[in-house]
């Protein structure tokens, strides 16, 4: 059974960054889409990046595009979100996710594993 394991969450001041990481066991990481996905508190989660398993192909929501990257490590199983002048808005907890399917895709419904999740705090 597959499994994800976030880390890398914090309090930040506003302007600051974290990197947070996310490794995988009991799949086959170098064939999986995998994604950053975020929950702010009252509202829904909401799709933040994804990389094929390859990394050839990124994608972002609008509102990170320049501060946030996702990058991959297939020998580490290890897939990470280096987050960049953060902002109070940012604050959420953070989910890795996995897809078996290929193809990079922002709607959650794809996706078949999940991480418990990272509290990212920023702080203003």
């Known amino acids: 059974q597959g499994q994800l394991v976030e880390s890398g969450g914090g309090l930040v001041q506003a302007g600051g960054s974290l990197r947070l990481s996310c490794v995988a066991s009991?799949?086959?990481?170098?064939?999986?889409?995998m994604g950053w996905f975020r929950r702010a508190p009252g509202k829904e989660r909401e799709f933040v990046a994804s990389i094929t398993y390859n990394g050839g192909t990124t994608n972002y929501r609008d509102s990170v595009k320049g501060r946030f990257t996702i990058s991959r490590d297939n020998a580490k199983h290890t897939v990470y979100l280096q987050m960049n002048s953060l902002r109070p808005e940012d604050t959420a907890v953070y989910y890795c996710a996995a897809r078996d399917g290929s193809g990079a895709t922002r709607y959650e419904f794809y996706y078949n594993y999940w991480g418990q999740g990272t509290q990212v705090t920023v702080s203003s």
């Open positions: 009991g799949l086959t990481f170098s064939t999986k889409t």
